[in-house]
C-alpha cells in the first residue's frame, strides 16, 4: 500500500510541474509580448509610380500603378512617404498622391520630381489613396493598427 502512495504522489508531483512549465511558458509568452510593444514612431516609406505593360486595344485602362501599393503603420506613428515621380520630363505624365479625410491631402509630383508628405495618422482602418490622373490603377491602401 506504501508503494502505491509513493507512486501516486509522484505522479502528482509530475503532473504538477509539468503543469508549472506549461503555465510558466505561457505567461512568459505574455509578457515578452507586452515587452515587444513599440510606442508611437515616424515610419518612412519610399513611393514611386510604375507601369504595368497591357495591350491598350484590349485593356482600355491607364496603365499606371504605385509600388508599393500598400502601407502599414500604428495608431499615433508619423507617416513620412517620399515620393518619386520616375518618369522623364518633358513628355513624361503628372501624378498625385491623395488622399481624403481624415488624412486629406493632395500632392502633385512632375515627371522627374519628388515630393516628401508627412502626416499622423491617429484614426485606426483602412484608407485609400490615389492618384487623380490615373484612376482606376493607380491606386493604394495605408493600413492603421489601432
Known sequence: MQGQKEKSAGKVILVTVILSVAAGLFAGYGIGYAFQYQGPTTREYFLFNSSVDLNESLYP????????????????????????????PPQGDKHSFTMSSPYSTNV????????????????????????????????????VLG
Open 108 to 143: 502633385n509630383v512632375n515627371p522627374g520630381a519628388n515630393a516628401n508628405i508627412t502626416f499622423t495618422v491617429n484614426l485606426p482602418g483602412v484608407f485609400r489613396y490615389w492618384c487623380v490622373y490615373h484612376e482606376p490603377t493607380m491606386r493604394g491602401y495605408l493600413t
Open 61 to 88: 485602362y491607364i496603365h499606371d500603378t504605385f509600388f508599393p501599393d500598400h502601407l502599414t503603420a500604428n495608431r499615433g506613428d508619423t507617416i513620412i512617404i517620399h515620393y518619386i515621380n520616375t518618369e522623364s
